[in-house]
């Protein structure tokens, strides 16, 4: 883990404001920066207006965060999208629907995962029908603020195989074996992505192994079990 600074914040807030209310944005991506992506584009919007920012990953780095200010008055609801862009095309994109806890720092977990490229059809199908692509799963773009964990100031890989803190699951809930334990890898064998209520596929990319997720327990026929296991 890093700690994260003050060098990447988008502070939405009027002049003189001091209130500790902030949702602290966390993103990170399975893509190579440089190769595969190369900056994240942030879109804000509440009734209140819109706000726009590029991070530069040669700079950032990954993982990286930034902070969201609410604006003044009663906090309003806000949808953040973030979208992992190369030579100014996009890659692929998460949009949240979520609102601000008067007097809290809360932390939203974006990761920018493969499995929702903007040219596969999970990602499309999420879109249309108003949800987002969570690792390959279609999810809520809505994110109960409730289900946010308190920012402590530490950045976590999102692609460790636990659960990310929106996610509506235990983070502890079986994380697949690190990429450098184990077996040799042997492509296309199940596994458990660390997402609950979904099942995953290794894949092996240069000796590593990496679950990728692959399908809800709902789109198998099966029920979600103890644990967040896929159960027939």
């Known amino acids: 883990m890093r700690r994260w600074g003050t060098l990447a914040v988008i502070?939405?807030?009027a002049a003189g404001c001091t209130t500790p209310t902030q949702l602290v944005v966390v993103v990170d991506s399975d893509y190579a920066v440089g190769t595969e992506i190369d900056t994240v584009d942030v879109v804000i919007s509440s009734a209140m207006g819109r706000d726009e920012h590029r991070f530069a990953l040669a700079e950032t780095g990954l993982p990286f965060s930034f902070g969201v200010l609410p604006a003044v008055g009663d906090p309003e609801p806000v949808v953040i999208t973030v979208s992992g862009m190369l030579s100014g095309e996009s890659v692929t994109r998460h949009e949240v629907h979520t609102r601000f806890l008067p007097?809290?720092?809360?932390?939203?977990?974006v990761p920018l995962a493969r499995a929702c490229h903007d040219d596969l059809e999970r990602e499309s199908t999420c879109s249309d029908s108003g949800q987002r692509c969570l690792y390959g799963a279609c999810v809520p773009a809505e994110v109960d603020p409730e289900t946010l964990a308190d920012a402590t100031g530490e950045l976590p890989d999102l692609?460790?195989?636990t659960t990310p803190s929106d996610a509506g699951g235990p983070a502890d809930a079986g994380p697949p074996p690190p990429a450098d334990s184990g077996p040799p890898c042997v492509a296309g064998e199940q596994c458990y992505p660390g997402v609950p209520c979904a099942v995953g596929r290794w894949t092996c990319v240069e000796g590593e192994r990496r679950c990728?997720?692959?399908?809800?327990?709902?789109?198998?026929?099966?029920?979600?079990?103890?644990g967040g296991r896929c159960q027939r």
């Open 159 to 161: 692609f460790d195989g």
């Open 11 to 13: 502070a939405w807030l």
């Open 103 to 109: 007097g809290r720092r809360l932390q939203l977990d």
């Open 212 to 226: 990728e997720m692959v399908m809800t327990c709902e789109e198998l026929g099966a029920t979600c079990g103890e």
